[in-house]
């Protein structure tokens, strides 16, 4: 089954999306946790650029400096992306020539499966 990835992911991200979809044997649920580090680490990167464009402080409006927002939109979103990443259990060996792609860590040993 050919999956698209979201419009509303960045172009590096959707590559991402489409290509661990193409490598890996997913199942419904497993694209939709990806889908939502796909979105997760577009938010934290766009973070980084806010931050970059303003720095890492901001005046409040009693001229007092304080640290920017986006520091936590950017941290709470890494943070999404690496246990989504963990909850996909992608960090398993690269797929290899076989002509099908490697099932998940996560759901090797169920009933049903011959591995």
Known sequence: MTRRAPGYLRPATRRWWAMVCSEWTL???????????????????????VIDRDGLVVQTRYSGPK????????????IAF???????????DPPSEASRPPTLRSVRGRSGDAS
Do not use: G, K, M, N
Request: charged share 35%; aromatic share 2%.
């Open 82 to 92: 690496a246990r989504l990443l963990r909850e996909l259990d992608l960090d398993v």
């Open 27 to 49: 199942e419904e649920h497993h694209v939709r946790l990806l889908t939502l580090a796909a979105s997760a680490w577009d938010r934290a990167e766009q973070a980084r650029e």
């Open 67 to 78: 640290r920017h927002p986006c520091i936590a939109i950017e941290s709470e979103s890494r």
